[in-house]
């Protein structure tokens, strides 16, 4: 079965600092996609970041960015510069083509973020 | 764009009550997703429709789940009868046309069965 596994079902932050979230998945495909979505307290779910397994180049979005390690299965997110308004409930997620358009996702990782 | 749009946003019925979900896709997208979020399973897949045509249910409980697609701009989510395990929040997601494109979320329906 394809999975995706978040260790850490929280995690702190102090405002201004930087974060690492953890996540591994498990699949047997080459081409895939990876996700990082962000939950805060409205419920919405927001794309924070994605990976294209193919890219060797870690993807970044402003005060976010990934370590993707395709060789170990990882996918963890960075937030540098913490702010208040990170503090949500992040899940992680994948999809392979041969799985459709289907995103698995991991059991998520609250985050608080400290003043 | 307004982005994905469901209603209602919050939804209290009774155990045996008929409940549906309705959902509006992002205009052009062409894939649309029923997610089920609840602390004891997460966030898990219903169904998803591909050109209003569904392409895989197997996340769909059981009977008394059903989804349709008449159109490329609406789709429902039924429960008939709904009962107290069915409370949990319903996303909806659409995504365009290619496979690597980014799926979109709804801000969810929170259902309570009493």
């Known amino acids: 079965a394809q999975t995706v596994t978040q260790s850490q079902p929280e995690m702190s932050v102090q405002e201004a600092e930087t974060v690492t979230l953890s996540c591994t998945y498990d699949?047997?495909?080459?081409?895939?996609?990876l996700f990082w979505y962000k939950q805060p307290p409205s419920r919405q779910m927001i794309l924070v970041i994605r990976?294209?397994?193919?890219?060797?180049q870690n993807a970044t979005e402003n005060r976010f960015s990934v370590n993707f390690q395709k060789a170990a299965k990882s996918f963890s997110l960075k937030i540098s510069d913490s702010q208040l308004g990170d503090a949500a409930m992040y899940f992680c997620?994948?999809?392979?083509?041969?799985?459709?358009?289907?995103?698995?996702f991991g059991e998520g990782t609250q985050l608080t973020v400290n003043p | 764009d307004a982005g994905v749009i469901q209603s209602p946003r919050h939804e209290v019925t009774e155990m045996g009550q008929e409940v549906t979900l309705r959902c509006k896709p992002i205009?052009?997208?062409?894939?649309l997703f029923w997610y089920r979020q609840t602390m004891m399973r997460g966030l898990e897949l219903l169904i998803y429709?591909?050109?209003?045509?569904?392409?895989?249910d197997s996340g769909m409980p059981e009977d008394r789940f059903s989804a349709k697609m008449p159109n490329a701009s609406f789709s429902t989510l039924k429960i008939q009868p709904s009962e107290p395990r069915d409370s949990a929040v319903y996303f909806c997601?659409?995504?365009?046309?290619?496979?690597?494109?980014?799926?979109?979320f709804g801000p969810g329906t929170r259902l309570t069965v009493l």
């Open positions: 997620a994948y999809r392979v083509e041969t799985s459709g358009s289907r995103l698995t």
């Open positions: 699949t047997s495909e080459s081409d895939y996609y």
């Open positions: 990976q294209e397994a193919y890219k060797q």
């Open positions: 205009s052009g997208h062409n894939s």
């Open positions: 429709f591909n050109n209003n045509v569904p392409i895989d």
């Open positions: 997601a659409s995504m365009g046309r290619e496979w690597r494109d980014t799926q979109y």
